[in-house]
Nanobody, 115 residues
Framework: QVQLVESGGGLVQPGGSLRLSCAASGSIFRINVMGWYRQGPGKQRELVAIIGSGGSTNYADSVKGRFTISRDNAKNTVYLQMNSLKPEDTAVYYC?????????WGQGTQVTVSS
């Protein structure tokens, strides 16, 4: 059983920054992939960024150059540094963890970009 808890969401003005964190607990394997997805109003959930336990990353084109995903394996925590935020980044952000052919999701954290 894996539990994921996101934090760091909130309201920010366009051009601002936020840092999201997601702490995983439970049975965490050494080899896994952690990621961030988001679901905006009236939209489907979409990939934002993923990172492997070895540090390899992949980003959605819409966030490349603005968002940075990182992880601390000792803390089983993944981060998403979001800079130059735009109104279209407004969404509920979810983290997930994929290991042993199983996918676990967090509850999500709201990010609102508005003036």
């Amino acid at each position: 059983q894996v539990q994921l808890v996101e934090s760091g969401g909130g309201l920010v003005q366009p051009g601002g920054s936020l840092r999201l964190s997601c702490a995983a607990s439970g049975s965490i394997f050494r080899i896994n992939v952690m990621g961030w997805y988001r679901q905006g109003p009236g939209k489907q959930r979409e990939l934002v960024a993923i990172i492997g336990s070895g540090g390899s990353t992949n980003y959605a084109d819409s966030v490349k150059g603005r968002f940075t995903i990182s992880r601390d394996n000792a803390k089983n925590t993944v981060y998403l540094q979001m800079n130059s935020l735009k109104p279209e980044d407004t969404a509920v952000y979810y983290c997930n963890l994929f290991q042993d052919s199983r996918l676990s999701w967090g509850q999500g954290t709201q990010v609102t970009v508005s003036s």
